[in-house]
């Protein structure tokens, strides 16, 4: 499923901390030199560019950002969805599940345009001994934060999903087409900016998540959910 558009933070005047470019130029010798030396080496170097800039057969480079993209990753405490039937944490009372497995994504901006992401989301979904019907549909969000502060903008999206007869596992892909970052200066960067996913869950899915659980199967018994230590995304 493809998302033509996200969202776009309109209001944006933040200004981030400065970068700039800077071009190294080749100074004189040490120690100074004839004139004539000079002159040669002046020769050489136009030369050069001229063989370079001549070269119709190399290809374009790719255009470079004006700076670093915005960070974007999972929210560890979003990061997972896990229904449970009553109070126990045990697989054998696991309704619905999910899990988001990975992000791919891109930057790209210039001068004083404004950044777009592009994204593509792994999802990893489930259906428990507990799920009711083969169906579900899944909801998640996406939000745009001035980095270590607070949310600019923040959208939600739904993500149906069928269970084949047999099949408890689903893996499905989403791509977000376009976020759009206005910058309130050429100088700011997008490493100003972080863009988070996750999924909506309740306060104990949280909970679950920020312990780092996962369940434990012991032959014989019950899995239930053990705590971890899980590095966080």
């Not at 900016?193 to 199967?217: C, H, I, W, Y």
């Amino acid at each position: 499923m493809r998302r033509h558009l996200l969202l776009a933070v309109s209001a944006l005047v933040l200004v981030g901390t400065p970068f700039t470019a800077h071009a190294q130029y080749g100074g004189g010798r040490p120690g100074g030199g004839s004139d004539q030396a000079k002159s040669d080496e002046d020769d050489a170097k136009k030369k050069r560019k001229d063989q370079e800039w001549s070269d119709t057969q190399a290809p374009l480079p790719a255009l470079r950002n004006a700076g670093p993209c915005p960070f974007v990753k999972t929210l560890y405490d979003a990061s997972r969805y896990i229904e449970f039937k009553g109070e126990r944490e045990a697989s054998a009372e696991a309704g619905f599940t999910g899990e988001i497995q990975g992000i791919s994504a891109g930057c790209e901006y210039k001068d004083s345009q404004p950044i777009t992401v592009t994204m593509e989301i792994l999802f990893e979904l489930g259906k428990g001994p507990q799920a009711q019907g083969s169906s579900k549909t899944y909801r998640y969000w996406v939000a745009v934060t001035d980095r270590n502060r607070e949310v600019i903008a923040k959208q939600s999206f739904d993500l149906p999903v069928n269970f084949v007869s047999g099949k408890d596992r689903v893996y499905l892909t989403d791509k977000v087409g376009q976020i759009v970052i206005p910058r309130g200066a050429a100088t700011t960067s997008g490493a100003n900016f972080e863009v988070l996913v996750g999924f909506d869950v309740t306060p104990q899915m949280a909970a679950f998540n920020r312990d780092g659980k996962r369940f434990r199967v012991n032959a014989g018994t019950t899995a239930v959910a053990s705590g971890g230590t899980s590095a966080r995304r």
